[in-house]
């Protein structure tokens, strides 16, 4: 559950959709989550799915969960330069033990 | 309740000193989380108590390292004889873990950075 991968850098226009995307090895993995950290900031927590889900849409947000390929991924519609921050995926089991994040992906939104 | 605090914010010291860091959880949460997160890294998991019982502690921490959380509520870090290595932002979390549908979000502090010269 140690490895949890994601791309370093994103850079979209203010307007456009992004896609973050996110691989995990525990396949007993029993919550995915997205946190975001903006600077300065500690990191908060964005939106989350179960592993029994295939999708979760809140507002902006779409999460997408490919279990079969423990692929993980965050679409932000109608990306604002607010949204520029770095965006954490994390896994976490049942009992919520310990949480393993990936490394990060950094979010530039150009206006 | 304003959140997670975590102080000092920021401490240099000199390779072999001691720190300490405190974290003062929300008040209700019953589980608080240390991880720690070095530049261009996610957070790494060090240890995590619920209630006052800690119940898990990571390999990455060394004996150097000690976590306590006297009477369940704030909770403190410590490094002995620090190293250069230990230059990192440390961060506390919390949550609370209830009877019925829990999600495990954690609330995170904005983390004390250490620097070890």
């Known amino acids: 559950g140690e490895d949890v991968e994601q791309s370093l850098f994103l850079s979209v226009r203010e307007g456009d959709s992004s896609v973050i995307n996110c691989t995990y090895t525990?396949?007993?993995?029993?919550?995915l989550y997205w946190y975001k950290q903006e600077p300065g900031a500690g990191l908060q927590l964005l939106t989350y799915i179960f592993s029994n889900m295939d999708m979760k849409q809140d507002q902006r947000l779409t999460v997408l969960l490919n279990k079969k390929d423990k692929h993980l991924s965050l679409r932000i519609a109608d990306t604002q330069t607010g949204d520029s921050a770095i965006y954490f995926c994390?896994?976490?089991?049942?009992?919520?033990?310990?949480?393993?994040f990936g490394s990060g992906t950094k979010l530039n939104v150009k206006p | 309740d304003t959140g997670v605090s975590q102080d000092p914010r920021h401490k240099i010291t000199k390779r072999g000193q001691n720190v300490t860091f405190r974290c003062d959880p929300i008040s209700e949460h019953n589980r608080l989380y240390w991880y720690r997160q070095t530049l261009g890294q996610g957070p790494e998991f060090l240890t995590y108590f619920q209630n006052e019982a800690q119940l898990e502690k990571s390999r990455l921490l060394s004996d150097r390292f000690s976590a306590e959380r006297p009477k369940g509520s704030f909770s403190t870090l410590e490094i002995q004889r620090t190293e250069q290595g230990d230059s990192a932002m440390y961060l506390c979390a919390s949550s609370l873990l209830a009877g019925g549908e829990n999600t495990g979000e954690l609330f995170f502090g904005e983390g004390s950075r250490l620097t070890v010269l």
């Open positions: 525990d396949s007993s993995s029993t919550y």
């Open positions: 994390a896994e976490g089991p049942y009992n919520f033990n310990k949480f393993y």
